[in-house]
């Protein structure tokens, strides 16, 4: 029997809605997604992407990365937002020498395969994985990236399925137990709270971030207050970014990219693991199953709803999923076949969908 790969995203998105991970990972080979798909990076993505340079240099050179380290020329490339220009340059300054002060930096977005059974293989790719040098141990760091605040998403990845298997590969590597799984959260601001990063709060006298044609606008025409004396005010309109990021107090930073660390308790561990690959082998065994009988040169959108189930969990992230003209005719909220099919054959053509790339090397074996 030949391996079977599977990561966390279509492992979770297969929860989310089959119908849904079916199409973005399986249809016709690799998966489909829309091609009208931005090519630049998001937010997260770019955020993941500058730092494993930053941390892979780090590696390679011993010191902490610099302002002039993160510059988009010395960097190879530019950020496309301000937000997530100045939530590395923050992380770099105030979390990175940290970091390497009390633990050896060992690989940034390294690959681990892990056999859980049955020709199953998890494919987990730790954001970084380093050694702390009070216990000798190894441990994972991941970086989320959120509008929520930093304390829940702390509760949230501390009992993952992905910082589980994070620690499970990383224990089977090293052969030791995983000492701590760290969750750096680079906080992201909200039109209620913006973020410091990007924003400042400003008013008439406060030098250097008053512009000197500002009024106050927080009066009405008739002279009474509206109640807040304060405005805000892109800080980049006024500084550069790293400047701005980099006069400011650490510990306004350390607020911004907080770190949330959670021993890893070996026993509950492996309770946590056990379930964790059971249910990753009965899951990825009806998936195997059930892809085996489609024959992807012929299939239609009718018969593969009669092997694969939609949970309709269509605005998940508050947005409406990208495979609604496969699904459902949005004018009457009903399954419609033949609009399905239609959009499939235009899907086949490459007009709406195109292939999915793999992101994992063993998925191209
Ligand atoms: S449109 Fe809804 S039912 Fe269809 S794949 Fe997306 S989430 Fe599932």
Redesign the pocket.
């Known amino acids: 029997m030949s391996k079977w790969y599977v990561d966390r995203s279509r492992y979770e998105a297969g929860f989310a ?1 089959p ?2 991970r079916l ?1 973005h990972y399986h249809a016709l080979g690799t998966g489909l997604v829309p091609s009208t798909e931005p090519s630049e990076l998001s937010t997260g993505h770019e955020i993941h992407s500058a730092l494993e340079l930053v941390l892979n240099r780090a590696i390679e050179t011993k010191v902490p990365a610099t302002a002039v380290d993160l510059d988009g020329a010395n960097l190879g490339r530019g950020f496309s937002t301000t937000e997530s220009e100045g939530l590395v340059h923050a992380w770099v300054r105030s979390n990175l020498p940290w970091l390497m002060d009390n633990y050896d930096i060992l690989s940034a977005e390294e690959e681990f395969s892990i056999d859980v059974g049955d020709d199953i293989v998890w494919m987990a790719r730790p954001d970084c994985v380093v050694r702390s040098k009070a216990t000798g141990l190894p441990c994972v760091v991941e970086f989320k990236s959120t509008r929520a605040k930093a304390d829940r998403m702390g509760q949230l990845y501390a009992n993952s399925l992905q910082s589980i298997m994070n620690a499970y590969a990383v224990s089977s590597k090293y052969n030791q137990p995983c000492g701590e799984v760290q969750i750096h959260v680079l906080q992201l601001g909200t039109e209620q709270y913006p973020t410091p990063i990007t924003h400042a709060y400003y008013r008439a006298g406060q030098p250097p971030y008053v512009p000197e044609d500002w009024q106050p606008t927080s009066r009405r025409p008739d002279g009474t207050w509206l109640g807040k004396l304060y405005r805000r005010v892109s800080v980049a309109a006024h500084r550069s970014i790293p400047e701005w990021v980099w006069s400011m107090p650490a510990s306004a930073l350390a607020a911004v990219v907080p770190i949330i660390k959670s021993d890893v308790d070996p026993t509950i561990q492996g309770l946590k693991v056990m379930q964790a690959i059971n249910s990753i082998r009965i899951n990825e065994a009806w998936w195997r199953d059930t892809l085996s009988k489609i024959d992807w040169t012929s299939t239609t959108p009718s018969d593969l709803s009669n092997l694969v189930p ?5 605005h998940s992230y508050n947005r409406l ?1 990208e ?2 003209p496969l ?2 005719d949005p004018d009457t909220y009903t399954l419609n076949p033949a609009r399905a099919d239609a959009f499939w054959d235009a899907g086949r053509s490459e007009e709406i969908f195109k292939r999915r790339q793999p992101h994992h090397p063993q998925e191209e074996q």
């Open positions: 809605c119908y849904s199409l939609r949970s309709f969990n269509c999923c495979y609604t699904c459902f």
